[in-house]
């Protein structure tokens, strides 16, 4: 925390870091450790465990005042990050999916990153990629961007939630995830604030992002069908510019073509005339 000249210890922001899980107790452990190791200090842990039946409430009970458990029956990742912020107290959030972790100078460079530039909303930092325990490398599309991001995210999310810092207030002028969505709830908030914010990057990898199990979000199947349903959103939203409307509906056209061709060979002939609707009409 070179960059900070603060004087005393509660002069230093509050950062409330929000891990939402689910049945996840045979990863959790890695996820609070590395929260819990950070050289920054000043910060509240939040877990929000989103109804799970393992062994996840025996492993928080393990860490006693350290975490605050919140308990909610099963509603999906959107929800448990919107309780979470919604019980958080910090100036600044901080996301952390339970089967990701942090290095132990994550908080303190992303705290630093505020402090010199009071006027950002929102950062994120580089991060490691590892794959059923091998490291890999991301592809050139994948590589993160900073400041205006949001033509660029319409393809695919470029924004890590495990990555990301933000100041409280930026939920007041964008509004939570989008609860109704599955999966792709992060791509959904992502556009709502890339469209007016600049994204901001510190070109540091200080997360590892794991990935390769069977119980990843991102693995479930017809993952378009919630981006196609994101960019409806924003689409109508009269949010965007001139140039990001048109950005986002050449991109909501090709999506819905490639998902109503997999539709087709899967025989699902309905749905695939729905998306065809979509495509012809852009909305």
């Not at 950062?123 to 794959?131: A, D, H, L, V, Y």
């Not at 990898?205 to 349903?229: E, F, N, T, W």
């Not at 510019?241 to 309905?270: P, S, T, W």
Request: charged residues 30%.
């Amino acid at each position: 925390m070179r960059n900070l000249r603060i004087r005393s210890y509660k002069e230093y922001p509050l950062v409330s870091v929000i891990i939402p899980s689910y049945n996840r107790g045979w990863i959790l452990k890695d996820a609070i450790d590395s929260v819990l190791s950070q050289d920054y200090r000043r910060f509240e842990l939040l877990v929000i465990d989103d109804g799970s039946t393992d062994n996840t409430q025996d492993i928080l009970k393990y860490y006693k005042e350290d975490v605050r458990v919140i308990c909610q029956s099963n509603k999906g990742v959107s929800a448990a990050r919107n309780i979470g912020i919604a019980s958080s107290t910090g100036s600044l959030i901080a996301f952390l999916d339970s089967d990701d972790f942090w290095l132990p100078g994550k908080l303190s460079r992303q705290v630093d990153f505020f402090t010199s530039n009071p006027d950002a909303l929102i950062c994120q930092t580089e991060e490691t990629w590892i794959r059923n325990g091998k490291k890999v490398n991301p592809k050139i599309k994948h590589k993160k961007k900073s400041g205006n991001i949001f033509i660029p995210s319409l393809l695919l999310c470029l924004v890590s939630p495990s990555a990301v810092m933000l100041k409280r207030n930026l939920f007041d002028n964008v509004g939570m995830f989008d609860e109704t969505l599955p999966a792709c709830e992060d791509y959904d908030l992502w556009l709502r604030i890339s469209c007016k914010y600049k994204i901001d990057l510190i070109d540091m990898p200080l997360i590892i992002k794991r990935g390769g199990h069977d119980d990843q979000i991102s693995r479930q199947p017809c993952l378009d069908k919630y981006r196609i349903k994101a960019l409806k959103k924003i689409i109508n939203s009269k949010l965007l510019l001139k140039e990001q409307q048109q950005a986002a509906e050449k991109v909501l056209k090709e999506k819905c073509l490639i998902y109503a061709g997999g539709c087709i060979k899967r025989n699902r002939l309905k749905e695939a005339d729905l998306y065809m609707k979509n495509f012809s009409a852009g909305i």
